[in-house]
Nanobody
Framework: QVQLVESGGGLVQAGGSLRLSCTASGRTFSTYAMGWFRQAPGKEREFVARIGWSGGSTAYADSVKGRFTISRDNAKNTVYLQMNNLKPEDTAVYFC??????????????WGQGTQVTVSS
């Protein structure tokens, strides 16, 4: 099975930056589209960003457009989420997941354990 491990979370002041990493093992990483999600306490998991298997196609939630950038390095089996100009509402546990086409959207069947991002005001 695919195993995903996130890292790079932490505590940052509003306006600061963090870069999250998600490293995959167990499968050929380059064949999978990947997504980032986040979940705040008491709330549902929320889509953040997605990247195609080759890195040429990306998508972002409106709330993070212009601030977050998803990228990948297939040689390192790693997908990144560069987060700039962080806001308190970005505080959440961030998860990466394998993305698969499903109907007119995507499904996510393999998830990492998550990494905490806390943005203070």
């Amino acid at each position: 099975q695919v195993q995903l491990v996130e890292s790079g979370g932490g505590l940052v002041q509003a306006g600061g930056s963090l870069r999250l990493s998600c490293t995959a093992s167990g499968r050929t990483f380059s064949t999978y589209a990947m997504g980032w999600f986040r979940q705040a306490p008491g709330k549902e998991r929320e889509f953040v960003a997605r990247i195609g298997w080759s890195g040429g196609s990306t998508a972002y939630a409106d709330s993070v457009k212009g601030r977050f950038t998803i990228s990948r390095d297939n040689a390192k089996n790693t997908v990144y989420l560069q987060m700039n100009n962080l806001k308190p509402e970005d505080t959440a546990v961030y998860f990466c997941a394998v993305a698969s086409p499903w109907k007119y959207d995507w499904k996510y069947d393999y998830w990492g354990q998550g990494t905490q991002v806390t943005v203070s005001s």
